[in-house]
């Protein structure tokens, strides 16, 4: 009997080794008929980051779903739906092989039901298959939606939750060889912060955003909007019925200063003008209570819609007059725009070093600019750009400083930190004859940040390959070319391995990164940008700058 058992425990040994073939490299593996990949996903903070930014808004849950489309383009049809597995803090998919092209739609942080029309499903590969047999991958994104909001909504939608995400990525097939892109993942909602910056002004919250939409697409395969979606489809939020509490509260941050910062409004995309979608903002002016109604527009006055995985903050900068006694008033009133002057700042970029305390925060797109161009001429290069949202203008402390003496700082001219405004600020700089390595020293407050750059010759007219971006030896993990598509010379690939199927935005985990220039076979110079992003823990960005030369004539 102890035998048999033993004979019978070996054998599930041995199809326990069959099934599962492990990659030392950390590629694809085959499982029977599947196809293994480790998936790496990315987002980011919602654009330019707060101070005090709520980590649910970047977590992803590891059960990520894939959705498999044969083909390359809007028409691949479903072949089956699949869930991510979390083994040692890695997410991995089984994905049937296959030497057809193939669609992936990824869903991130799901619910536990999607819907079809008005039908509910649960979250399975089974509900998956029911809903999508035969169908293409228009069909899917324009059919699968998250659950219904109730109207009214009386608690802001996915606060302390983490929010839906989805993205789309193409692969050649699916089999050994080929390596998974890294998903970019978008979160299907929009967020809104509502800021006070007028002393005679203070904003108390925000009580309500009428007319926005009740659920929204898994995924949206085109970006567009759909308009005039019907009032069953629309809902209202609130804090109660009697309308007594604000949904969203405002907090002072600096003196005579509020922001609903810390409780953001998750929306839905909605085509604010067909939908007439407003907010109604609370306020004390000439220390009276009133309720201002605000149409969602930009700084020229045109209607704005929300779009998914984007922040709007609306800062009110001047409150001319009264507002509404009652909210049955400013709700039949026109928009409060005229008695309200506000500046609007849509984010949709997050690729910053984000530095803060607990009043303001200093962000930079790289601190390293890595330079291959010539010294000694008056060309003008943007090392980095800036951000904050320091409305303190110090005295002393409020600095940007070349410690390099052929190191020049040309903008901005007067060397300081703009304050009390959000908008970046593109920091250029001069190389000197001479210069090779330098230092750039930023000072707000009590934030200090140093931007290191190194400047080697321009690339020759030959063919080039660059492993090395930084002064120390880094552990490179990601990588992008910007804009790609009109500089597809810059390629990316692992620094063991050949060009893949993302020579444009590539990540790695065994901290290897090489850049891979081609030859400049045309009769003009070359320039390009790369940002490469580094280390273990704390993320730090570069910025390459490549100027590459042509051949003699």
Known sequence: MYKGILILFTLLLSFSACSIKEDEKGGPVITDEKIRFELFTKTGAYGLPVARASASETAV??????LVFRGTDENAEFVEAVQAD???GKTYIYLTESPDACRLLILANPASHFYVGNTSYAFSAENFSACLEGKILT??????????????????????????????????????????????????????????TDPGFVLEGITAVTNVAKSSKLHNLTGTLEQ????????EYRGDNSYISDIVKADEIVPQEQTTGDNPLYVYETHTSSNDTYLIIRG??????????????????????????????????????????SIEDVKVSLASNTNLDYTILVQDKSAYEIM?????????????????????????YTAFTLITDCKTEFPGKRTITSLTSNLKIVSPADGKIPVSTTSPLEVEIQ???????????????NLRKIITVRRQDMISASARTIGEFIDNDGYYVSAFVEDYAN?????????????????????????????????????SRREGIVYVSIGKGSTQRIKVYVTQATYPS
Not at 487 to 493: C, G, R, V
């Open 228 to 235: 005039n979606i019907g009032t069953g489809n629309l809902v």
């Open 284 to 325: 004390r002016y000439n220390e009276e209570s009133f309720f201002y109604k605000m149409a969602l527009v930009d700084d020229n006055q045109n209607m704005l819609n929300i779009q998914r995985n984007t922040e709007y903050v609306f800062t009110i900068t001047s409150v001319k007059g009264r507002g509404f006694s």
């Open 487 to 523: 500089h597809s010379w810059l390629q990316l690939a692992p620094g063991n391995g050949e060009i893949r199927n993302d020579p444009d935005y590539i990540y790695v985990d065994d901290g290897k990164i090489n850049l891979k220039i081609e030859e400049n076979g045309s009769s």
């Open 139 to 196: 069909y899917a994104c324009e059919n699968l939606h998250t659950a219904a909001l109730t109207d009214p909504q009386n608690m802001v939608p996915y606060v302390g939750q983490k929010l839906p995400m989805s993205d789309l990525i193409d692969l050649p097939r699916i089999g050994t060889g080929v390596t998974m892109p890294q998903i970019q993942l978008k979160r299907a909602v929009g967020r809104i912060v509502v800021r006070n």
């Open 86 to 88: 979390e083994f040692n």
């Open 61 to 66: 849950d590891q059960r990520i779903w894939v």
């Open 356 to 380: 803060s305390n607990n009043e303001y925060y200093l962000g930079v797109t790289n601190s390293h600019f890595e330079i291959y161009a010539n010294a000694g001429t008056t060309r003008k």
């Open 431 to 445: 190389m000197l004859a001479g210069f090779d390595s330098g230092e750039i020293e930023l000072y707000l407050g």
